[in-house]
């Protein structure tokens, strides 16, 4: 049975950073595309990164070159370091995994964990 779940979330001021961390078990971390997602209230499930079975990543164009996404193979972990958060940010983030990259990216993926919060004030 595939577990993820997430840790990390928390309340920032706007120009900080947080550190998200997904622990997956009963998935092979390294052997599938694993990503988050985050769904900010009214508004629908949106894809924020990816990293592939062959360590290719993909962002969002609202996070470029703010979020960084990596794994761990060893311990079955993927974090998502989020620097420079804005207000727009805010959102419940989601750590996603499927063996096939195409339904993370379009937010559709086989797997997510419960989320965790993300507050960004002002």
């Known amino acids: 049975q595939v577990q993820l779940v997430e840790s990390g979330g928390g309340l920032v001021q706007a120009g900080g950073s947080l550190r998200l961390s997904c622990a997956a078990s009963?998935?092979?971390?390294?052997?599938?595309?694993m990503g988050w997602l985050r769904q900010a209230p009214g508004k629908e499930r949106e894809f924020v990164a990816a990293?592939?079975?062959?360590?290719?990543?993909d962002y969002a164009e609202s996070v470029k070159g703010r979020f960084t996404i990596s794994r761990d193979n060893a311990l079955t972990t993927v974090y998502l370091q989020m620097n420079s958060l804005e207000p727009e940010d805010t959102a419940v983030y989601y750590c996603?995994?499927?063996?096939?990259?195409?339904?993370?990216?379009?937010?559709?993926?086989?797997?997510w964990g419960h989320g965790t919060q993300v507050t960004v004030s002002s």
């Open positions: 996603a995994a499927d063996a096939a990259f195409r339904n993370v990216r379009g937010a559709n993926p086989g797997y």
């Open positions: 009963g998935v092979i971390v390294r052997a599938n595309t």
């Open positions: 990293i592939a079975s062959g360590g290719y990543t």
